[in-house]
């Protein structure tokens, strides 16, 4: 790719390249949950597989590489796993699926000779988390087992397992691929040069935010009950050797993992709270955690089983409430707060800056900072947020929102004051104004061309057979060596 124009095509294919998007095996085919079908579709899908006269034989093998084997089974069922998510497959042809199977085979193939490990217990986790997906989307494991003509649950989970192991391996590999591509600014604007005026790409309207937030206090008193509560539990289990597991499922309010009796498998390097990483990498096996707080709510823990630098534990977590009196609080407070924001009396990073209660945007006098590009500026707001775009969707540059509801990831109430900072017409790239986002598509550029020459380079030292109907394919890469 040399120019930005090439660079949009391409973005499906980067996009599966870097986060393992053909991650398929054999029989089982399952790149997300919502590759199962209502029942209906089921039964009309398995009629029409069984009367096609164009069905595929399953037994060949297509191509071997490395340690892996890619049957002709699987690039039919990969036929199947994209036209049950809805994926047009019109253009599609064996070939395509065939390189895009061959690419996830050599990363995973690859990563195995890097030593990067894929610990069982997170890859049993996810598996956990499809199967009950699937089953609330049919009804029932019979119909899921029936859907991918499975005899058994156990049967399948081993498929799967396999199944996702495999695209976990790709994608640390993928992701140790590029992790070192970094760009600099000088090969930004040589990017952007490269692309020719009449294929520069043309930005949507963009808009620039900050926000007052006011959250209602939480009471002492509900705080301590909270932590009486779980000094009870604590008790219970140690004196009475009661099943924390039990009283996870009973009272924990945590909705990942109460139903699983609180059971998470965490690894020093997950993307955990930090006050909750520190207690559970400070117990010993069977111990049960004080009372601690993080910002979810307050927990305890109970340590099953240390491996080396992971740990099996289970927790629990019980949320404090606000009460009435202090959520009329808050709306009182950001109501005054406004009224003088109206009045001219205070301005709005100032008035940010002394009383928001949001940590991450105060510091900035409430500017918001879009997530996805690590800018400013928000582009469709309607589809990245389309509730706030309901409320400040139509507010002029400068104008303050009345007084907004929401509430955190613990499901408590708060209070919010948003203000259009700026708001940026529609516009042809421009190198000075939207520097972020062409360098984004620049790094992006870099990064398939590394996994690119990382391909060619692989692909020269691994084993590789492609058979039958396949070797006559015409392949992106030299998988036939030629």
């Not at 053909?22 to 579709?41: K, N, R």
């Not at 992790?179 to 040589?190: D, F, L, N, S, W």
């Amino acid at each position: 790719m040399k120019n930005l124009k090439s660079i949009i095509k391409t973005t499906g294919l980067l996009l599966a390249i870097l986060f393992g998007f053909t991650g398929y095996a054999q029989d089982v085919i399952v790149t997300d949950s919502t590759a199962i079908q209502p029942e209906d579709e089921i039964a009309k899908n398995t009629v029409a597989q069984e009367n096609s006269s164009e069905r595929r034989k399953v037994d060949g093998i297509a191509a071997v590489i490395g340690d892996y084997i890619i049957l002709d089974s699987d690039v039919d069922m990969m036929y199947k796993d994209m036209q049950s998510q809805g994926m047009s497959t019109a253009d599609v042809t064996d070939c395509q699926l065939a390189g895009s199977l061959m690419e996830n085979k050599l990363y995973a193939h690859h990563a195995i000779q890097d030593s990067i490990i894929i610990m069982d217990a997170e890859v049993n986790n996810y598996i956990d988390q499809q199967i009950s997906e699937m089953v609330r989307q049919v009804g029932s494991m019979e119909k899921v087992l029936e859907f991918y003509n499975k005899e058994n649950e156990a049967e399948f989970r081993s498929e799967l397992f396999e199944l996702n192991k495999e695209r976990q391996l790709a994608s640390r590999m993928q992701q140790r691929i590029i992790e070192g591509v970094e760009i600099t600014p000088e090969e930004v604007r040589a990017f952007y040069e490269s692309i020719p005026e009449d294929e520069r790409p043309v930005f949507g309207e963009e808009i620039e935010l900050s926000q007052i937030v006011i959250k209602p206090e939480i009471p002492e008193s509900e705080k301590q009950k909270v932590i009486d509560r779980l000094n009870e539990f604590r008790a219970d289990v140690l004196d009475n050797d009661a099943s924390f597991a039990t009283k996870a499922v009973l009272y924990s309010q945590d909705p990942g993992s109460a139903s699983e009796g609180g059971a998470i498998s965490l690894s020093r390097k997950d993307n955990f709270v930090k006050e909750f990483k520190d207690v559970a990498f400070s117990l010993q096996e069977g111990e049960v955690s004080e009372p601690f707080e993080t910002e979810f709510g307050y927990h305890i823990i109970q340590i099953d089983r240390i491996r080396g630098q992971n740990v099996d534990l289970r927790h629990i977590l019980l949320i404090p409430d606000v009460t009435n009196t202090s959520v009329e609080e808050a709306k009182a407070k950001i109501d005054s707060i406004r009224k003088r924001l109206d009045e001219g009396v205070l301005d709005f990073a100032e008035a940010a800056r002394e009383f928001s209660d949001q940590e991450e945007t105060r510091g900035d006098g409430g500017k918001l900072i879009n997530p996805q590009t690590g800018s400013t500026r928000f582009e469709e707001l309607a589809r990245v947020d389309p509730k706030l775009y309901r409320e400040v969707g139509e507010l002029q540059e400068g104008e303050i929102s009345l007084r907004l509801r929401d509430q955190d990831r613990t499901g408590r109430p708060f209070f919010k004051l948003v203000r259009i900072d700026k708001r940026i017409a529609e516009h042809k790239a421009n190198y000075a104004k939207d520097f972020s986002k062409i360098k984004e598509l620049a790094l992006r550029d870099k990064q398939l061309e590394a996994i690119e020459e990382w391909q060619k380079e692989k692909i020269g030292d691994t084993y590789i057979k492609v058979n039958g109907k396949f070797k006559d394919c015409e392949y992106s890469s030299n998988w036939l060596k030629k």
